[in-house]
């Protein structure tokens, strides 16, 4: 719930806050996918898409970014098209959300950031395409995603497909199981990986439908088991593209970061960008495809809880 001291700074979209007042179900989005995951106009549409499907399975959308400096729970159409051609939109995570408001700046918020503001608002339910993890690397760049953290400490549950196959799904499971994040992949053994249906790890936990899923929610909080948990939902299958496939896409995606010595936050877009380009445009279609399936879940295990 919002803090008093942090009432000021948050605005919740009207429909929204009726939801929640009535104890309607809520889904929330998060917004850097918006900014910084896909080129426009796809961006534009994708965010646009995703809020008809969640309203469409009896739940309400509520896109959650910093604009101007204020925290925004729930964006107007309007709003949501001008941050998707906003220039130098910053990327929002735990450790800058604060610098965001207190600079009146703009920015598209992580899984990270997304999970503290949709806390803040009482939502428990959020919908996103991929979570950040260990980077392939990480045993030399360090570089861990905040998100990880973020699962482990604020409960809301975080629908994805999993880990983008650009990080080190394996170790990012490791990462998890020490942290104590549930991972439960939806109607699957295995972890599904992004643009595929199935990485070669074993899912740690599998559920098959909505009310499972918030079942084991409500039953963590009533063990006061804190922090939030991973659903890992596999992208449908007549929109996946093969991880054999996907493989020697990432290697030169990988490579390309590399070379021209790409690291911390700019990592993540610039490898989607990369990927996007070396797939002639394969790799967003999926990547659409996976979210639009990750919105739709959201809502019915919002609707279930
Ligand atoms: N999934 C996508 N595109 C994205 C992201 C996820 O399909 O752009 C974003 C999410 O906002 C996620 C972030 O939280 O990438 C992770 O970034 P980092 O690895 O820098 O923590
Ligand atoms: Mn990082």
Do not use: C
């Amino acid at each position: 719930m919002t803090p008093a001291s942090a009432r000021p700074f948050v605005d919740v979209l009207p429909a929204v806050a009726k939801a929640l007042a009535a104890g309607r179900p809520v889904v929330a989005l998060e917004s850097t996918i918006i900014t910084h995951g896909m080129p426009y106009p796809h961006n534009s549409a994708m965010a646009a898409e995703v809020e008809r499907i969640i309203a469409e399975e009896g739940a309400v959308p509520a896109t959650i970014a910093v604009m101007d400096g204020r925290i925004r729970i729930g964006l107007s159409d309007g709003e949501r098209e001008s941050l998707a051609v906003t220039d130098g939109a910053m990327k929002l995570s735990r450790a800058d959300l604060a610098y965001a408001v207190a600079e009146k700046r703009t920015g598209g918020t992580t899984v990270a950031a997304t999970m503290i503001a949709a806390h803040m608002a009482g939502i428990k339910v959020f919908a996103t395409g991929g979570i950040g993890g260990v980077h392939k690397g990480a045993e030399a760049s360090f570089d861990i995603s905040a998100d990880l953290d973020e699962l482990a400490r604020t409960p809301v549950i975080v629908v994805s497909a999993g880990a983008k196959a650009i990080l080190d799904i394996e170790k990012t499971l490791e990462v998890l199981e020490t942290r104590g994040v549930p991972v439960v992949a939806y109607g699957s053994d295995v972890m599904p990986a992004f643009w595929s249906r199935q990485s070669p790890y074993a899912a740690p936990l599998r559920l098959d439908d909505p009310k499972a899923v918030a079942k084991f929610f409500a039953t963590r909080a009533a063990l006061g088991l804190a922090g939030g948990m991973l659903v890992a939902n596999p992208v449908p299958a007549d929109e996946e593209i093969p991880a054999e496939r996907m493989a020697g896409f990432i290697e030169a995606a990988q490579k390309a970061a590399v070379a021209q010595r790409i690291s911390g936050k700019a990592v993540t877009p610039f490898l989607l960008a990369k990927l996007f380009d070396l797939t002639d445009g394969a790799s967003l279609k999926t990547n659409i495809a996976l979210v639009e399936n990750n919105a739709r879940l959201a809502a019915r295990i919002a609707r279930a809880l």
